[in-house]
């Protein structure tokens, strides 16, 4: 399967949807496009996973990066709406508390502190 990723300037965030699988074969997409986001000084990023239907270590290496760059950029990462199979992954990795997860999109870039897990 694709993978497609689409951006979208909310005030200082930029919320990234990304839709399909995310793994080894399709991770450099999304990786291509944080980086020119990066490039571009944007360093305040929400992930709307909500179209994801897959996420292997690949995929969760490629947020962990971008959150390493965005925080040494003075920015954030936040992943918003994971579908339950995704959000499963990050709790088994222990990620969940480290890339800041929220339930919808709007709680993501309000930076609202109630976590997806709850």
């Known amino acids: 399967m694709s993978l497609t990723v689409h951006t979208e300037q909310r005030n200082d965030v930029v ?26 000084g944007r360093s305040r990023l929400v992930f709307n996973l909500a179209e994801v239907s897959f996420c292997d270590s690949t995929g969760l290496s490629v947020f962990v990066r971008a959150k390493n760059s965005c925080d040494e950029a003075g920015g954030v990462v936040r992943l918003a ?5 995704v959000l499963r992954i990050l709790e088994v990795s222990g990620l969940v508390e480290v890339l800041h997860t929220y339930p919808t999109v709007e709680q993501a870039v309000a930076g609202d502190p109630t976590p997806a897990s709850s």
């Open 81 to 85: 709406a994971p579908q339950r199979g």
């Open 15 to 40: 919320v990234v949807s990304v839709a399909g699988e995310l793994d080894m074969a399709t991770a450099p997409q999304l990786q291509d496009q944080i980086t020119d986001l990066l490039d571009k």
